[in-house]
């Protein structure tokens, strides 16, 4: 018989984590995302595995990728200033094609700002937030069952695409409390990096002969080889060749890109009929679907769509949805992030509403619904 438990957001992370295979975690506290690390350092040890407390974000994100390295699952958990904090090194696993979960429990900023409070402002951060062209896999679960299950897949993706992964929940979604259902052993995927094939003395560590994503060997199991935040060649090595950093860049876009379609994940209801629909993620969408479920009852044709993948962001299906509706809203809380990449997606073949709220409370469904029926007039 399955194991129901009452848990928080955060807590299921932690135990998605643990699940997917985590073994180190590394970390420094902040609000909102504290009970994280404090949940991780008692349950790692359980499992074998490693917790540490960093002197600061930074040194979280480097502990993580060593760990990585060295062939763990590793997780880190931060908030706001944490976050920006993170950025160089989250570009550097992205060069180097480094395993790595970064939790962002987001609140109100910039700067300190509302440490306290839910927000939606690091949407966009979480996508173009360290320099240069790279990509990036983010998940924003609005349930604990999904603050589990997507950490889950966060890990898988991270794994399989040789990729930083995020995990963008926020304050409402992290410490709200649910029943749920645990998974047992084997019941989801849990999903393991590529090993080499080869011997040591053959092992080149960035060999596109295999694909967009080459197989990676763990420091200390007898495979030496180099890493580094500058542009390389197959063998790990700095190199200034245009030719070959053409050549790696297309590769580190494209493992991802290439994949879209496996990993944008949307949950869409009630738009079979649809003339209208709202658009949300994370917290926000709990209100956008008790919004949507009420003015169904009353007759108006709404649907909802939420994206539990926010990047890839799932253009082309907003874009095959707009042929049908007559406006899309967009509820966040934030000064306007999501708005701007649903307009570019629909190409103009719907309007776009935004609802933008900043001041630390969540959007209400009575907040949305007077907002629909202004459209409506």
């Not at 898988?156 to 047992?184: C, F, Q, W």
Request: glycine content about 10%; some cysteine.
């Amino acid at each position: 018989m399955k194991k129901k438990v009452l848990i928080s957001g955060n807590v299921a992370i932690a135990e998605g984590a643990l699940y997917a295979g985590c073994r180190f975690f590394g970390g420094y506290p902040i609000t909102p995302s504290s009970d994280i690390a404090e949940y991780m350092s008692l349950k790692l040890p359980q499992y074998g595995g490693k917790f540490i407390q960093m002197e600061d974000e930074i040194g979280s994100m480097g502990a993580i990728i060593g760990a990585s390295i060295a062939g763990k699952k590793a997780m880190t958990a931060t908030s706001g200033p944490g976050f920006s904090l993170m950025q160089e090194h989250i570009g550097f696993a992205a060069m180097g094609e480094i395993p790595a979960i970064i939790v962002n429990v987001q609140r109100g900023g910039p700067s300190t700002g509302l440490p306290t409070f839910p927000s939606q402002q690091d949407i966009m951060q979480s996508r173009w937030g360290t320099h240069g062209d790279h990509e990036i896999i983010v998940y924003a679960p609005y349930s604990i069952a999904e603050s589990f299950e997507l950490t889950v897949k966060a890990f898988n993706a991270a794994e399989k695409y040789r990729t930083p992964a995020i995990i963008l929940s926020d304050e409402v979604i992290g410490h709200m409390r649910e029943i749920y259902e645990m998974p047992e052993e084997g019941e989801l995927e849990v999903v393991d990096r590529p090993a080499p094939t080869v011997p040591p003395n053959q092992y080149l560590p960035y060999d596109d002969h295999f694909g967009d994503v080459p197989p990676m060997a763990a420091f200390g199991s007898g495979y030496r080889y180099h890493i580094t935040g500058l542009n390389h060649d197959k063998t790990g090595f700095p190199t200034h060749n245009p030719e070959i950093s053409q050549k790696l860049m297309e590769r580190l876009v494209n493992k991802i890109r290439g994949h879209r379609d496996e990993i944008v994940d949307i949950d869409v209801k009630y738009i079979d009929d649809a003339e209208y629909a709202i658009f949300a993620v994370g917290s926000a969408a709990r209100s956008a679907l008790q919004t949507v479920i009420e003015l169904r009852e009353k007759g108006i044709k709404i649907g909802y769509i939420r994206a539990r993948c926010v990047w890839p962001f799932p253009d082309r299906e907003l874009h095959n949805f707009a042929s049908q509706l007559k406006w899309i809203l967009v509820p966040e809380m934030n000064m306007g992030q999501l708005y701007y990449e649903v307009k570019r997606s629909v190409e103009g073949k719907c309007d776009v509403i935004p609802l933008w709220k900043a001041n630390g409370e969540i959007i209400s469904p009575e907040e949305i619904t007077k907002k629909v029926k202004e459209m409506e007039q």
